[in-house]
Structures are given as C-alpha cells and as structure tokens.
C-alpha cells in the first residue's frame, strides 16, 4: 500500500539535506510505534476498568494475611 502525504516545502528541504536517512522507513517506524502505543493504552484502559472493579478489601486485611502468613513459618 501506498501512502502519499504533503509536507510544507522547507520540511522537505530540511529532509534532502539528510540523503543518508530512509524517510520512507523512519515514517513507517513512526507508524508501527505509534499503533503500538494505542494498542498498550487500550489494554492498560480495560486492565484499569477490570481492576476498578474489584471491590477493596476490608482495612486491616494484609495485615492479617501478613500476620498468618509469618506465624506459618
């Protein structure tokens, strides 16, 4: 697939100063990590809602978990 885009004309004087740089494959990694960014803060968005709705523990519990746990040894 091809994607053509307009760039302001100093950009692209900026650009052709740097031969040695793949555009077309810094752009494409622009892309790819910018989709990969998305699809984290979707997963990170649904584990928040999934978390949010685990009702809290009574205060004191850990303590008492702690407590059982240390005398079990």
Do not use: A, C
């Amino acid at each position: 697939m091809v994607i053509s885009i307009r760039i302001p004309e100093k950009l692209k004087e900026k650009m052709d100063k740097f031969k040695e740089i793949n555009w077309s494959e810094e752009i494409r990694k622009f892309i790819e990590d910018k989709i990969t960014q998305y699809e984290i803060n979707e997963v990170l968005k649904r584990i928040e809602e999934h978390l949010n709705e685990i009702p809290e523990l009574p205060p004191g519990t850990i303590i008492r978990w702690l407590k059982s746990d240390r005398e079990s040894h």
